[in-house]
């Protein structure tokens, strides 16, 4: 990642489905001298938040993959177990909340697996490095990682910059393509039922 050209970091940007969606993002602007961690020493950069939600969402996944598979005798079970993890969700959202500074807010246009397109009255040059919070309230989830600028693009007076994760774990970037999808589930959705409903 870390040698790529500026035009095979576009490509891997467009290598993953992106959606139009609207997420509240932190971002904060790294000092030029900031060296970014490998990916396996990301956690220790982490606030401690993320890294209790990023395992909690890792343990529930895997505990409710397991329930799935077991006959209608346990559909009750695998129900209750859901509303509890809804509720640990719920708490962990709350949890991650603090973790939100107003002073570095930005909206996303749109995100996906391999890099997210925010808003900016600025401009952002090419190549800077930043520290990202992507908070995701439909998966009750929220991501810490770090960016590169790519691109800035001028739409109706605000700057879209796209950015490339240049250091995010690889169960963080799982989570960010099966938003991206579950989202673009939702809004087919949506559709199909106004569409249904028009006739």
Do not use: W
Not at 61 to 71: A, D, E, Q, V, Y
Not at 163 to 175: K, V
């Amino acid at each position: 990642m870390r040698n790529l050209t500026l035009a095979q970091k576009h490509q891997q940007f467009e290598e993953f489905f992106m959606i139009k969606h609207d997420l509240h993002v932190n971002m904060r602007v790294l000092d030029s001298h900031f060296t970014l961690p490998e990916p396996i020493d990301l956690p220790q950069h982490m606030p401690y938040a993320f890294k209790i939600a990023s395992e909690l969402a890792a343990i529930d996944n895997k505990s409710l993959r397991h329930l799935r598979g077991l006959s209608d005798h346990a559909s009750e079970l695998v129900e209750y177990l859901n509303h509890q993890s809804r509720k640990i969700d719920l708490m962990m959202s709350l949890i991650l909340k603090h973790e939100d500074d107003p002073a570095l807010n930005y909206s996303s246009d749109k995100f996906g697996g391999g890099g997210i397109i925010i808003k900016s009255k600025q401009a952002l040059d090419v190549g800077l490095q930043v520290e990202l919070k992507i908070f995701i309230p439909e998966e009750s989830a929220a991501i810490f990682c770090f960016a590169e600028v790519i691109a800035n693009e001028l739409i109706d007076e605000l700057h879209h910059v796209s950015m490339i994760y240049s250091c995010i774990r690889e169960e963080d970037q799982d989570l960010l393509v099966r938003a991206s999808l579950h989202l673009q589930a939702a809004n087919l959705r949506k559709l199909k039922q106004q569409k249904n409903e028009q006739h």
